[in-house]
Structures are given as C-alpha cells and as structure tokens.
T-cell receptor
Framework: DTGVSQDPRHKITKRGQNVTFRCDPISEHNRLYWYRQTLGQGPEFLTYFQNEAQLEKSRLLSDRFSAERPKGSFSTLEIQRTEQGDSAMYLC??????????????FGAGTRLSVL | SQELEQSPQSLIVQEGKNLTINCTSSKTLYGLYWYKQKYGEGLIFLMMLQKGGEEKSHEKITAKLDEKKQQSSLHITASQPSHAGIYLCGADRDNQGGKLIFGQGTELSVKP
C-alpha cells in the first residue's frame, strides 16, 4: 500500500498529557498537510510543509501544537498539555508540488484523539 | 461563517434516484476539489475542477464549476447504497496550490 499512512488510528489521553501523531506521505510527494476535523464539520487547515520547510501555519495552531518534518519524509504533530477541546480527528494529506493542477491532496485515514 | 457553503447539509434518497449537491463561495475559486468521506475515515479524492464552465464525470458522478468559478455542483445519477457517505468540497482560494478550505460537508444516505 503506497497511500498516506497515519499512526495511531485512535488515541485516548487524559487532559494535560502530551500526544504525538505520525504521518507517512506518499513517497514521491514533497508537500505534506495537517488538518483537524470535528464532528459535522469539514477539515480545517493547520499547517503544511514543502520538503522539510514549514511554509504556513494556521492561527488555529496554538503554541501547544508543533509539527515537524525533519528529513522531508514523515511528519509528526505534537500536542502538549492536551485540553478537551483538542478532541478531534487529525488528518494528514500529501501532494506533489507544482500549482493547482498538481495539488490534489491525498488523505490518510486520520488519527482520532479523545481527551478525557 | 463558512467560506464555502454546501447545500443541503444532509440528504436521504431512494436507491435509483438522482441527486445534486451544491458548493458556493462568495470569492473566486482557483481550484475546486470534491472528496468523499466515510464516517470516521479519511477523505477519498473524487474530482478536481479548475476552469470556469468545466465539467468532469466519473462513473455516475458528474461535477461542474460555473463560469464565474464561484459555484460547483456534484450530481449523482441513479444513486446506489455505495454512494452513501459525506461529500466535501474543498477549494484553493490563494491560487498557490497550497492549503485547502472545506465546506461543512453533505451527508448522503441512500435507502435500498
């Protein structure tokens, strides 16, 4: 399977704990995106990388959130001091680089976070 | 308020019926993407539209982008239970091939 892979699929944590999610993009894709989705809503953009460079971060991404893509391959999203409002599905997507026509983003299955 | 408005928010149709989902923006859409999502899963890419007046079809699903590039529709012909799910439109508003903004989704149920 050469699609976008996310791990873990589900994470249950207690408020105040730190969590880290991993995303492995499609191998030839140099762009990687993180989105957050809550029930009944469409995905909201969090941040994206081109290779290892983080090109844009949403205002939604508080200082408790950090994302990395150290070698331009897989990426991690860490949430520190989790809050109940962080409960959501975290989606990762990847795409080629080259303008709109190549920006078809392929999504992983997501990591569902529940903060108790 | 949503930058992309989808209508209807939910839809229940009898198997075999046709249906249309709409996606509207007050601003120009430089790229319009349709995705399907099963509950609790990731998004599956359906089609991408870029030019005003463009229309694409795949199997029984047809997507159109209007001439002003502010409205798109997704039409399903002769719906089947396998079409059930959440349909999402996403758009590149910055014309940079980067982040997408999404509508809130349309939940489709198909009754056998």
């Amino acid at each position: 399977d050469t699609g976008v892979s996310q791990d873990p699929r589900h994470k249950i944590t207690k408020r105040g704990q730190n969590v880290t999610f991993r995303c492995d993009p499609i191998s030839e894709h140099n762009r990687l995106y993180w989105y957050r989705q809550t029930l009944g809503q469409g995905p909201e953009f969090l941040t994206y990388f081109q290779n290892e460079a983080q090109l844009e971060k949403s205002r939604l991404l508080s200082d408790r959130f950090s994302a990395e893509r150290p070698k331009g391959s897989f990426s991690t999203l860490e949430i520190q001091r989790t809050e109940q409002g962080d409960s959501a599905m975290y989606l990762c997507a990847s795409s080629l680089d080259g303008g709109i026509a190549k920006n078809i983003q392929y999504f992983g299955a997501g990591t569902r976070l529940s903060v108790l | 308020s949503q930058e992309l408005e989808q209508s209807p928010q939910s839809l229940i149709v009898q198997e075999g019926k046709n249906l249309t989902i709409n996606c509207t923006s007050s601003k120009t859409l430089y790229g319009l993407y349709w995705y399907k999502q099963k509950y609790g899963e990731g998004l599956i890419f359906l089609m991408m539209l870029q030019k005003g007046g463009e229309e694409k079809s795949h199997e029984k699903i047809t997507a159109k982008l209007d001439e002003k590039k502010q409205q798109s529709s997704l039409h399903i012909t002769a719906s089947q239970p396998s079409h059930a799910g959440i349909y999402l439109c996403g758009a590149d508003r910055d014309n940079q091939g980067g982040k997408l903004i999404f509508g809130q989704g349309t939940e489709l149920s198909v009754k056998p």
